[in-house]
């Protein structure tokens, strides 16, 4: 089936830093997700992107929609402590039993 | 504030003992997920029902069992509870299903963390 590589999986960074994290694939996908997760809470929709090439913003968040439609990145820019938590990209799957696969996920800590 | 709800935000029980967990989605929508989610890990899809009817199901277990009410509430009943059961578990809603974007945009409620003793 579809499935959706984070990376880096952990990363730790200084506060007022920039941060990228990605996500990959194998499949094309036709949207892309990104979630983030604060501990012991519900994911959070942060951005979606519905076309090749999409580049759309959050606040200090930007995300991209890559043009081979296999990838996607997320830009942090000016980190700040309430960033921490786990981020998550997510697209749909138009096969086999499941609407939306998750990747694993990426870690942020931020060291102030 | 996501707008879906679910109750109760914990639980601690014993082994063999059967649950409930009640999601309400956001108002308006008609597609509920579960998804479990293991300490430290991804997220995992367990079914999904729309407008009262099952429409997708994922890994989940024959103990494990949901429906959606016609005022489309959803219940997630887990039985002959396992150790390995305790874990976090999310309903999350979408708008409508199959061509709208809104489709693909889930919403997660804050979640039930379910301890099993």
């Known amino acids: 089936g579809q499935q959706l590589n984070q990376s880096p999986q952990s990363m730790f960074i200084q506060e007022g830093e920039d941060v990228s994290m990605n996500c990959t694939s194998s499949?094309?996908?036709?949207?892309w997700l990104w979630y983030k997760q604060d501990p012991g809470e519900g994911p959070v929709l942060l951005i979606a992107l519905y076309k090749a090439g999409e580049l759309t913003s959050n606040g200090r968040l930007t995300a991209q929609f890559g043009i081979t439609r296999k990838d996607s990145f997320l830009n942090i820019s000016a980190s700040i402590p309430s960033d921490v938590g786990i981020y998550f990209c997510?697209?749909?799957?138009?096969?086999?039993?499941?609407?939306?696969?998750f990747g694993k996920g990426t870690r942020l800590s931020v060291i102030a | 504030d996501s707008g879906v709800t679910q109750t109760p935000k914990h639980l601690i029980t014993a082994t063999g003992q059967r649950v409930t967990l009640r999601c309400s989605p956001r108002?308006?929508?008609?597609?509920v997920y579960w998804y479990q989610q293991s300490l430290d890990q991804g997220l995992q899809f367990l079914i999904q029902y729309y407008n009262g009817e099952e429409r997708a199901k994922g890994n989940i277990l024959e103990r494990f069992s949901a429906q959606q009410f016609p005022d489309l509430h959803s219940e997630l009943n887990l039985s002959s509870l396992e150790l390995g059961d305790s874990a976090l578990y999310f309903c999350?809603?979408?708008?409508?299903?199959?061509?709208?974007?809104?489709?693909?945009?889930?919403?997660f409620g804050p979640g039930t963390r379910l301890t099993v003793l």
């Open positions: 499949s094309i996908f036709n949207t």
């Open positions: 997510a697209g749909p799957t138009y096969s086999g039993n499941t609407p939306l696969v």
């Open positions: 108002s308006g929508d008609l597609s």
């Open positions: 999350a809603s979408s708008a409508d299903i199959g061509g709208g974007r809104s489709y693909n945009e889930q919403f």
